[in-house]
T-cell receptor
Framework: DGGITQSPKYLFRKEGQNVTLSCEQN?????MYWYRQDPGQGLRLIYY???????QKGDIAEGYSVSREKKESFPLTVTSAQKNPTAFYLC?????????????FGNGTRLTVT | DAKTTQPPSMDCAEGRAANLPCNHS???????VYWYRQIHSQGPQYIIH???NNETNEMASLIITEDRKSSTLILPHATLRDTAVYYC??????????????FGKGTRLSVIA
């Protein structure tokens, strides 16, 4: 099936540890995105990438890092500098040949840091 | 900040049409209106989008007013599975590539048996 895969679905880490969330897509989409969602809130943009080897900060990039070495992969690292890392993290992708292509989302990774 | 205003919650009887309103009074000429929904603990699901004409697909219809300052998402025969948070989003169409979506808090639709 074509789609976006986020793994794992649930992730637990101790405070002070870096953790990397995986996002893979086989839709041949150029653009990929990372969002964060807190309980009862809408999604907030962390980082996005319109093309391989390039990415831009979103509204809440502090404490996060990304890489885009391959078209199909856009991993997100939550560093120890992120003060409130516990959240639901969502990855999305969209095709780059039109400026109005919808974003397609994965089913998220729920990160708990204690 | 989100450029849309939606009611925080709505109820709809099962089998009836659900009409979800959205105000976007500051929309620009090159901005599309998108609708997504999110069922608890899942990723948002794309429903429909449009620029100025009304749009219909297998999931829903999108009605955009002539002045483009508001729109309505219509689910013609709501089922219990349509219970979700619905997001109305305005997004610029850029020729240089895809731009992110900016989410507000959406409307929580409860379909009641």
């Amino acid at each position: 099936d074509g789609g976006i895969t986020q793994s794992p679905k649930y992730l637990f880490r101790k405070e002070g540890q870096n953790v990397t969330l995986s996002c893979e897509q086989n839709l041949n989409h150029d653009a990929m995105y990372w969002y964060r969602q807190d309980p009862g809130q809408g999604l907030r943009l962390i980082y996005y990438s319109q093309i391989v080897n390039d990415f831009q900060k979103g509204d809440i990039a502090e404490g996060y890092s990304v890489s885009r070495e391959k078209k199909e992969s856009f991993p997100l690292t939550v560093t120890s500098a992120q003060k409130n890392p516990t959240a639901f993290y969502l990855c999305a992708s969209s095709s780059g040949n039109r400026g109005n292509s919808p974003l397609h989302f994965g089913n998220g990774t729920r990160l708990t840091v204690t | 900040d989100a450029k849309t205003t939606q009611p925080p919650s709505m109820d709809c009887a099962e089998g009836r049409a659900a009409n979800l309103p959205c105000n976007h009074s500051t929309i620009s000429g090159n901005e599309y209106v998108y609708w997504y929904r999110q069922i608890h603990s899942q990723g948002p699901q794309y429903i429909i989008h449009g620029l100025k004409n009304n749009e219909t697909n297998e999931m829903a219809s999108l009605i955009i007013t002539e002045d483009r300052k508001s729109s309505t998402l219509i689910l013609p025969h709501a089922t219990l599975r349509d219970t979700a948070v619905y997001y109305c989003i305005v997004r610029v169409a850029s020729s240089s590539g895809n731009t992110p979506l900016v989410f507000g808090k959406g409307t929580r639709l409860s379909v009641i048996a």
